[in-house]
């Protein structure tokens, strides 16, 4: 392990059976019994992590990694394409997962990403190598998923929308305003949008305030109509926004819900 992490000076990335009992070296991580209060977990017991690589480490010393990653310094340039290819299954069909890592292809951006728990311990790791960006976010709890919410508000401060997306959040933004843009709308869905309608929106919505995060929850097309949705958190509440696109890229259908 030294002999890998050393030349990145991941100087904080440690073996967890390495560490003895009752070390201050790690972090404490907190856990529920169903609606209880939150207590500490207990530690790993040795050789309970091995399949996640026993590595124990700090976001720094992952932001370390990421920057290797990005410039393919961590393994041979064969060995670099193959932890991204994805599998390809008997039926000649591929599924999103690479070596340790899983690959899409969302709307013209690629992402690699793998999240990761532990007792009392969640983690997310985000990368972008197109625009050179990765995001790693590490929380000691596994009783919300907090460490989700954090990565997708970085995304939407640091990553820049796709077309798709940035008229969804247009769409979004002018219903919250009672300002929308009709140029996207399909003559049946500008007809359903009373003036009316676009009252209740502009009144449930405003008070929610500023969007914190914006991302794509699923896609897919069916018959030429093409249904999109995104997870939406705007005054600490999550919405998903439902979008149904024409074979011609107008919107039919809009809605807005309140994920519970």
Known sequence: MHTFFAPLH????IDLDTIPDGSTALATGYTQTALAGLEPAAYEG???SLGSGQVVTTAQD???WEVAFLHRQVLPPKQADEEITLAHLADASTYPSALGLFVFHDLGITRY???GEGL???AVNMIYPDQSLAIVVLTNTNVTSTYLKIANELIYLLMPPSIDEKLAQTIFVG??????DETALSPDLKQYLTPMKLRECRSSLTPLGAVESFS????QTIDGLTTTEYDVIAGGQKLRLHLLFLPNHKIEDVAISREW
């Open 10 to 13: 991941m100087d904080a990335t």
């Open 46 to 48: 040795p050789g309970w």
């Open 62 to 64: 992952v932001a370390l």
């Open 113 to 115: 990403y793998h999240t």
């Open 120 to 122: 009392g311990f969640q």
């Open 175 to 180: 219903l919250e305003s009672g300002n929308l």
């Open 216 to 219: 794509l929850a699923h896609t």
